[in-house]
């Protein structure tokens, strides 16, 4: 694995060894390499970590729901602060207000069941190429360093494997497509730590859910002038997870209006078992007069 990566791993790793600040109270960092605003998928892990810190082991999480008030500052710590709504001995709920200063960043909700057994099925994952043969996402980003430079360089603690083309290849050949379809892991080990492992997927579950909206309609970052901003993302946790092992990312878009996008998408392991869903809705901004090829 490119010591990059690894590197970058580890980085995110430290970003989510919260300090403690005082009596459920949190403070988190940022990675070197960071976007003009906080990563959602970033702050959503932090919140994630910080809940669980405060929840008994024995309980595993039901749900994260986050809303995103305001744009974090990359050049500040993140204060995230705890509140226990409820703890019973099959149930808890916490609330995770993420503060800069006297800014509201975001506000997640998170639940706990320990529910035991009972009914189960599930949606049958979507038959794809197995990750070890298809190429990582380096590949599909050569010749395209000054189409995407924000995925060029941006941190990579996580392998991509793209089971179809992604958006700026499809817009570069003028194809379009409903659905994406992405083999997802760490790029090394993780710690024995189940807290981390599904805080992982919650980073991983914001890099790709919006992608089948502008590929529904022949877009592609870089190639089009698209604004593109989170407005509130939840994931419902079915499973446990190891992250360092390849899991299935599979989305698709449902509707788009009033400049609003839904994303939604199931997390599958390599046994088919669905793992976690995730909706997310983005304010989503298309400016036709950018520069660059019109869409088929």
Do not use: C
Not at 78 to 102: K, M, P, S, T, Y
């Amino acid at each position: 694995m490119p010591a990059e990566s690894n590197n970058d791993l580890a980085e995110l790793l430290a970003v989510l060894d919260l300090k403690v600040a005082g009596d459920d109270v949190f403070v988190g960092s940022h990675p070197s390499k960071t976007p003009l605003r906080t990563f959602g998928g970033q702050l959503m892990a932090q919140s994630f970590v910080a809940a669980g810190r405060t929840v008994a082991d024995h309980l595993p999480p039901g749900a994260l729901s986050v809303h995103f008030i305001n744009g974090g500052d990359p050049a500040r710590d993140i204060e995230f602060r705890v509140h226990r709504l409820r703890d019973e001995r099959r149930f808890a709920n916490r609330r995770v207000d993420a503060v800069q200063g006297d800014t509201l960043v975001a506000t997640s909700m998170v639940s706990y069941m320990s529910g035991g057994s009972g009914l189960e099925h599930h949606v049958e994952a979507p038959t794809v190429a197995e990750p070890e043969s298809v190429p990582p996402l380096q590949e599909y980003l050569k010749g395209y360093e000054t189409v995407v430079p924000g995925f060029v360089n941006a941190p990579h603690p996580i392998e991509w494997r793209y089971t179809n083309d992604p958006a700026w290849v499809m817009r570069d050949k003028g194809e379009r497509l409903g659905h994406n379809r992405v083999w997802l892991k760490t790029d090394g080990d993780l710690p024995e730590d189940p807290i981390l492992h599904t805080a992982m997927l919650v980073y991983s579950s914001d890099t790709t859910v919006l992608d089948s909206i502008i590929t529904t309609h022949g877009l592609s970052w870089g190639f089009d002038r698209i604004f593109a901003a989170s407005a509130n993302h939840t994931v419902w946790f079915h499973r446990p997870v190891r992250f360092d092992d390849w899991v299935l990312y599979a989305t698709s878009s449902p509707v788009a209006a009033d400049s609003r996008g839904l994303g939604t998408g199931h997390f599958f392991d390599r046994s088919g078992q669905v793992i976690a869903s995730v909706t997310q809705e983005g304010v989503l901004k298309y400016f036709p007069s950018a520069k660059g090829r019109s869409p088929n």
